[in-house]
């Protein structure tokens, strides 16, 4: 069984940071992507950043520049550090993990609110 638990969320004014972490634990086969998507109330959950086993990384538009993910092999965690934060970046973020035998796993979710 595979479990994700996910820390770092919390409430936060404009324009200050924050870090998400993300580990995985359990029986898992190499892990091949890594990344955190988010979902604000009545939208889609939609792609933050991701980072696959060859450190390529993918970011949403309306994130880079602000926000950068990174992740630790050895210890299967991801991580999210997010700064510039804006209230549009309120949402529950979710860490999602793919391995090569193509199973995705997701976390729990941690909330994120930005507000003065």
């Known amino acids: 069984q595979v479990r994700l638990v996910e820390s770092g969320g919390g409430l936060v004014q404009p324009g200050g940071s924050l870090r998400l972490s993300c580990a995985a634990s359990?029986?898992?086969?190499?892990?091949?992507?890594m990344g955190w998507y988010r979902q604000a109330p009545g939208k889609q959950r939609e792609l933050v950043a991701s980072m696959n086993s060859g450190n390529f990384t993918n970011y949403a538009d309306s994130v880079k520049g602000r926000f950068t993910i990174s992740r630790d092999n050895a210890k299967a965690t991801v991580f999210l550090q997010m700064n510039s934060l804006e209230p549009e970046d309120t949402a529950i973020y979710y860490c999602?993990?793919?391995?090569?035998?193509?199973?995705?796993?997701w976390g729990q979710g941690t909330q994120v609110t930005v507000s003065s």
């Open positions: 999602r993990i793919l391995v090569l035998s193509g199973a995705i796993y």
């Open positions: 359990g029986s898992i086969d190499s892990v091949f992507t």
